[in-house]
């Protein structure tokens, strides 16, 4: 999936949601359907005992329950900033002696991105309620191998019993109280040699994949008393990578007569040929794979039948997932993990692997054959809408690592991709018309990460720059998009912006995930349509953008080039006055006039993003997180830092940082409680505790919008955008579970002081302090604030400078080429003419 998903704030690994000082007001919550997942579906595995009963896993979007209408009710949406890595979901276990019970191993990441250590999450009521269970060691719900599994099982005959193979050389695990408490299994050994990439500094691709799977064998043992043989694949490429234990576990050995060269992914029991089926890959995947096996061992002789449907050229690809038919013997499905070209594929056999169908083939090349018809009726923007025959264009999927067939009901089937869950409900018709309904059924899994939202004031209530699916216009907040961002097709969408007075007016940048060097787009018609910007420099890709009130201007801080500008579709060129890493925007009233922030410096731009000047200092900020700009008066500004929440209503001359504060993240102006008031404030912070927040009298009085059912996740992750038009709506767009819009559904509580802000002018003073200890020397700087003297018959007020105001005595003429413009009843600013 893309790879923001690894670029979470470590800092809030130790941070716990508290009762703040913001008292609660009730809020609905709903994800802004997608529709059709948008992510990563490593695993779904159906309860064995109880029909209807099934879960899908994510790599960074938490777990889900399917529901009896084909939908899905996610589990994880109270993770909150302090337990944001319950979202990465690296195993799943449900309880075939007692269904109500679910297992979930949790946890992000393996390398230093994930500071915390995972944990087994234990419902006993289908997953509405947990319980964590920590672990003395790291999981990686989104790292290399994810798809691997199921790594989590509970024993069928004695179910108090469960094994959890482990990442990082860290070995098997057994619980013997529902998960309660954990011991390593010091029987087991063997705990994986296979390293992705050794040379990643990073420690991503350089970590051991570890344990791949644990399967028991039900029939070598009676209810009541612990399974006897369990078979364990560890993640070993050039040696034995098989194991089964005939004691419960208190020994080991390597299954005799396996197969080596391969990784195992997946290892299905078929209880009624009393074999194991065996997928295996050259690579970890979910990206990798060009060469792989589908192997068959025969538990009763101890024969190993090399089964794989494919051989020759047409082998390349490794495979993923595979399952078998509890009702009909010998009826088993393999996938293609990584069949990148033409398509993927999924293969079908009745009689135990000795011969396979296939749902597609060649009918001379370049003509394909797809028994299939196609139903993107859940999620229109996956289409085409009809059996897509041309070679490469994927649409049965790619990194298909979970394929599973209702254990109750031999016709319905899912399998996860890359992007969605497909499935149907007449997969029989595979062996008889040979001509199955391919359905997207994703419907209530929203898996994306969101990059970037802006809700204009006129126009669609909210578009998208998203990960791995470019972006959407959601003319519909409750309906999925008909279609995604195009021309250019970028698979990310890093950020976006829309033009303060001309609305319709829109920007947004790639990632450098296309064929195009060119990495900007722009549109006049709100997202319906895009043009290339071929003023964008080759092969300059990422970071934030900025457009300016009348569309002509384009500040792009890019990653890893700095910042650049271009107006009027000129060729872009290097802004030096402005750190590479700066918080840009635009102002949204007064076209030309660009803000930035690095640091504790705070930047404006009069001249469309050519140069910038210091202005105001916020506090003693480190880390600038995000700007937000009064969207019809010029230099009132909002900045949110690792340092709190600052103010400025002067063009950022001087700031007020906002009392009880300590931390903030996305910040967004919404509709204001009054017309004609002052806009609704959003902000995610550290207000006594990390929360969602929102205030009605800048900043005096906030109250918190999320509950403890709505936790989104990382906050630092986490974008955020207010509607204009409707009072007290948000969204916020989140690293894993998509997007989210909230609505006011009760009473806002009683302010906690009576008194709003008094306005002031201000300019900024500068004092410094300096503190010693015996091993560091730090200065610091603190803007105070002081009421300006200055008497009318000056002369002409600067560029930017006040000249106007309920109570100002300065001058109110401004010099060559400004003019006085009133921004609010205290205050005048000198604009560009």
Known sequence: MYQLKISVALALGAIGLVNGQASSQSYTWKNVKIGGGGGFVPGIVFNPSQKGVAYARTDIGGAYRLNSDDTWTPLLDFADASRWNYWGVDALATDPVQPNRLYLATGMYTNSWD???????????????????????????????????????????????????????????????????????????????????????????SDKIGIAWVTFDKSSGSSGSATPRIFVGVANQASTSVY???????????????????????????????????????????????????????????????????????????????????????????????SWWPDGQIFRSTDGGSTWSVLWDWNGYPNMNKYYSYDESLAPWIGPSYVDTTPGNLQIGWMMESLVIDPFDSNHWLYGTGETIYGGH???????????????????????????????????????????????????????????????????????????????????????????????????????????????????????????????????????????????????????????????????????????????????????????????????????????????????????????????????????????????????????????????????????????????????????INDAAHGFGSASSNCITADSRVYGRVYIGTNGRGIFYGEVAGSAPPPTTTAGPTPTTTTSKTTTTTSTSPTTTSTSKTTTSSTTTSSGGQAPAGAYGQCGGQGWAGATACVAGYTCVAQNPFYSQCVPS
């Open 115 to 205: 500071p915390n250590n995972g944990q087994i999450l234990i419902s006993t009521d289908y997953g509405s309620t947990f319980t964590p269970s920590s672990l003395p060691f790291k999981v990686g719900g989104n790292m290399p191998g994810r798809g691997m599994g199921e790594r989590l099982v509970v024993d069928p005959n004695l179910n108090s019993v469960l094994f959890f193979g482990a990442r990082s050389g860290n070995g098997l695990w057994k619980s013997t109280n529902f998960g309660v408490s954990w011991t390593k299994v010091s029987s087991f050994t063997n705990t994986g040699t296979f390293i992705p990439d050794p040379t990643d500094a990073s420690g991503y691709n």
């Open 426 to 704: 007449d997969l029989l018709k595979w062996d008889s018309a040979h001509n199955v309904t391919l359905k997207s059924l994703a419907n209530g899994i929203e898996e994306t990460a969101v990059l970037g939202l802006i809700s204009p004031p006129s126009g669609p209530p909210l578009i998208s720059a998203i990960g791995d699916v470019a972006g959407f216009v959601h003319q519909s907040l409750t309906s999925p998009p008909s279609t995604k961002f195009t021309n250019p097709s970028w698979a990310t969408s890093a950020d976006i912006d829309y033009a303060g007075a001309q609305p319709s007016n829109l920007v947004r940048i790639g990632t450098g995930d296309s064929t195009s060097g060119k990495q900007v787009a722009i549109s006049s018609d709100s997202g319906a349509t895009w043009n290339q910007h071929f003023g964008a420099p080759d092969n300059v890709n990422g970071g934030k953008v900025a457009i300016s009130a009348n569309a002509d201007t384009i500040l792009w801080r890019t990653n890893g080039n700095g910042v650049m500008v271009s107006q009027f579709q000129a060729a872009f060129s290097v802004v030096s006055s402005l750190p590479s890493d700066a918080a840009i925007a635009s102002d949204k009233k007064t076209n030309g006039i660009f803000y930035g922030a690095s640091g504790k410096t705070f930047y404006v731009s009069g001249d469309n993003g050519k140069t910038f000047t210091a202005k105001g200092q916020l506090g003693s900020s480190t880390s600038v997180f995000d700007i937000a700009v009064h969207p019809s008066v010029t230099g009132d500004i909002w900045v949110s830092t690792d340092k709190g929440l600052f103010h400025s209503t002067n063009n950022g001359t001087s700031f007020t940082a906002i009392s009880g504060i300590s931390q903030a993240w996305g910040i967004a102006l919404g509709a204001p409680k009054t017309s004609g008031g002052y806009p609704a404030v959003f902000v995610a912070a550290n207000y006594g505790g990390i929360a969602y927040l929102r205030s009605d009298d800048q900043g005096v009085n906030w109250v918190k």
């Open 244 to 338: 089964v234990s005939t004691n419960g576990g208190s020994s080991w050995t390597a299954v005799a007569g396996q197969p080596t060269g391969f990784l195992p992914h997946k290892g299905v029991l078929s209880a009624s040929e009393k074999a194991l089926y065996i997928s295996y890959s050259d690579g970890a995947g979910p990206y990798d794979g060009t060469n792989g096996a589908i192997y068959k061992y025969h538990i009763d002789t101890g024969v190993w039948t090399n089964v794989t449907p494919v051989s020759g050229s047409d082998l390349n690809f490794g495979f993923g997932g595979v399952a078998v038919d509890l009702q009909k013997n010998g009826t088993v499905m393999v996938a293609a993990l990584n």
